[in-house]
């Protein structure tokens, strides 16, 4: 089964940091996963630019159908959505030096979706996440609509919510995606 090696990794994370996700077992997990190969494959895109995704959460809007959230737990912002502008109409506003593309198109390619600043915020109770990097989130439309984007980062065991224009990129920040199963 082609998914073999990526399920073996989840596994490895899930039963490393069983502190995530307390009351949640494994075979579980997997039988949710075994019946979605769209998550699947979001999971592998998440897991191949680097976020390590992990269960955080079952997914209380799935209610009794057992869901669960996944999340990038990597201690940094993952390495392969680094040096992106925040979306589209950033990256088209740019006249020379374009980053590569943006995190919402990304996010959107890969089928998973920005955090915002409370599942941030949640993620860190977890764990001690982009204390060298930073992370852009899901910006709130009045703070877009004048230019701007949000991005949060862990300093001096804070968690700190910044605002750049949207059109800035820098090699040290890049984003957090989740995903429901």
Same mark, same amino acid.
């Given at each position: 089964m082609e998914n073999q090696p990526l399920l073996r990794a989840l596994r490895a994370r899930f039963? $490393? %940091?069983?502190?995530? %996700?307390?009351?949640i077992g494994w075979a579980e997990v997997r039988a949710r996963l075994e019946t979605s190969p769209q998550a699947l494959r979001s999971l592998g895109e998440m897991e191949a630019t680097g976020g390590e995704p992990d269960v955080v959460a079952p997914d209380e809007k799935a209610g009794r159908s057992g869901g669960f959230v996944f999340c990038d737990c990597a201690a940094e912002s993952p390495a392969g959505r680094r040096s992106l502008c925040y979306d589209r109409a950033a990256l088209d506003s740019r006249k020379e030096n374009k980053p590569q593309g943006s995190a919402l198109d990304m996010a959107a390619a890969m089928g998973i979706e920005l955090l915002t600043e409370e599942q941030y915020r949640a993620l860190q109770q977890l764990g001690e996440f982009d204390? $060298?990097? /930073? /992370?852009?989130?899901?910006?709130?439309p009045d703070v877009r609509a004048l230019g701007g984007a949000l991005f949060c980062d862990r300093r001096y065991g804070r968690v700190f919510v910044y605002h750049n224009g949207a059109p800035s990129y820098y090699a040290a920040r890049g984003f957090r995606g989740w995903l429901r199963v």
């Open positions: 039963e $490393k %940091h069983g502190h995530r %996700h307390p009351g204390t $060298k990097t /930073s /992370s852009w989130v899901l910006t709130p």
